[in-house]
């Protein structure tokens, strides 16, 4: 037809596409990756060489970048120690504040400067001991893919305090009820993962682990969980479950109360050896 020309578009097809537009204004996970990319253009590196320079997989730069995946502790460390900056370590403990539910972040931040941790649980393996696998099965419910691996790992990052070595990892006591090793959370092979995880935790000498039996029946263990935490320096404090949620416990008479309700707890447990054989049992 007169008046129509043949355009060759063959060359639009080979023209490399443009970097996908960021929103650091969406998330602190978002900002991270803008972050990301801005000091990677600076330097004028591609995503890949940047991953081949930090010892990455290929893919975890443009990950990072577009916020498909929430930014580790190792990540912003690698990223700082090549940047010479610390901002990337600033921003990640940013992060994992931002993923933690409201009700618990306060509780959350004061964590890591506790030098004893007491927990009583009765329906779940609680979240510093919980594998990968087992969390991501609790923690699926209502979230989106992306929600959910942003929540994995800040569930994760929390447990990094145990395996630190200065100041010294603080010392735990858990006990849980007999229901807990019982449900099979994500599965059988998920559940037997995680009790091998539980028993490789229990030999360690910073940690004290005791089962409360089902023969015991009721008893006051069953109103709920709670944690407590101590310092060297000032107050113990405390933090009861509740559903869809829970509250802090910061008034000394309501601590102390937290305190006896948990040797009252620990008083109808099992002994860490039979506490153990249990486990096995499980197993």
Same mark, same amino acid.
């Not at 990319?37 to 060489?49: D, G, I, M, P």
């Not at 970048?65 to 990640?92: C, I, N, Q, V, Y």
């Given at each position: 037809?007169?008046?129509?020309?043949?355009?060759?578009?063959?060359?639009?097809?080979?023209?490399?596409?443009?970097?996908?537009?960021?929103?650091?204004?969406?998330?602190?996970?978002?900002?991270?990756?803008?972050?990301?990319?801005?000091?990677?253009?600076?330097?004028?590196?591609?995503?890949?060489?940047?991953?081949?320079?930090?010892?990455?997989?290929?893919?975890?730069?443009?990950?990072?970048?577009?916020?498909?995946? $929430?930014?580790?502790?190792?990540?912003?460390?690698?990223?700082?120690?090549?940047?010479?900056?610390?901002?990337?370590?600033?921003?990640?403990?940013?992060?994992?504040?931002?993923?933690?539910?409201?009700?618990?972040?306060?509780?959350?931040?004061?964590?890591?400067? /506790?030098?004893?941790?007491?927990?009583?649980?009765?329906?779940?393996?609680?979240?510093?001991?919980?594998?990968?696998?087992?969390?991501?099965?609790?923690? /699926?419910?209502?979230?989106?893919?992306?929600?959910?691996?942003?929540?994995?790992? /800040?569930?994760?990052?929390?447990?990094?305090?145990?395996?630190?070595?200065?100041?010294?990892?603080?010392?735990?006591?858990?006990? *849980?009820?007999?229901?807990?090793?019982?449900?099979?959370?994500? +599965?059988?092979?998920?559940?037997?993962?995680?009790?091998?995880?539980?028993?490789?935790?229990?030999?360690?000498?910073?940690?004290?682990?005791?089962?409360?039996?089902? $023969?015991?029946?009721?008893?006051?263990?069953?109103?709920?969980?709670?944690?407590?935490?101590?310092?060297?320096? +000032?107050?113990?404090?405390?933090?009861?479950?509740? $559903?869809?949620?829970?509250?802090?416990?910061?008034?000394?008479?309501?601590?102390?109360?937290?305190?006896?309700?948990?040797?009252?707890?620990?008083?109808?447990? *099992?002994?860490?050896?039979?506490?153990?054989?249990?486990?096995?049992?499980?197993?």
């Amino acid at each position: 037809m007169s008046g129509l020309r043949f355009v060759d578009t063959e060359w639009m097809r080979t023209m490399p596409k443009p970097p996908k537009a960021l929103t650091p204004d969406q998330s602190l996970t978002a900002y991270f990756g803008f972050e990301v990319r801005k000091h990677r253009e600076y330097v004028k590196l591609s995503q890949a060489e940047l991953a081949d320079r930090l010892h990455w997989a290929k893919s975890a730069v443009g990950n990072l970048e577009t916020a498909f995946r $929430s930014p580790t502790s190792d990540h912003a460390k690698d990223l700082d120690t090549f940047f010479a900056t610390d901002r990337f370590g600033w921003l990640h403990g940013l992060i994992v504040r931002e993923e933690l539910p409201d009700f618990f972040r306060p509780f959350a931040v004061r964590e890591p400067e /506790a030098t004893h941790i007491r927990m009583f649980e009765p329906l779940l393996i609680p979240g510093l001991l919980q594998i990968e696998e087992y969390a991501r099965a609790v923690l /699926a419910a209502g979230r989106k893919p992306e929600e959910l691996e942003q929540a994995v790992a /800040a569930r994760l990052e929390r447990q990094k305090i145990l395996y630190r070595e200065d100041p010294d990892p603080p010392c735990l006591w858990i006990v *849980l009820d007999e229901g807990v090793i019982r449900r099979k959370v994500g +599965g059988l092979s998920v559940m037997r993962k995680q009790l091998m995880h539980l028993l490789e935790m229990t030999e360690r000498h910073d940690v004290t682990f005791q089962l409360v039996p089902a $023969s015991v029946g009721e008893y006051l263990g069953l109103e709920g969980g709670f944690s407590i935490l101590s310092f060297d320096e +000032g107050a113990d404090m405390a933090f009861a479950e509740a $559903s869809g949620g829970g509250h802090m416990i910061q008034q000394q008479r309501d601590v102390a109360r937290a305190l006896t309700r948990f040797e009252l707890i620990r008083a109808e447990a *099992l002994s860490v050896d039979d506490s153990k054989k249990l486990i096995r049992e499980a197993l």
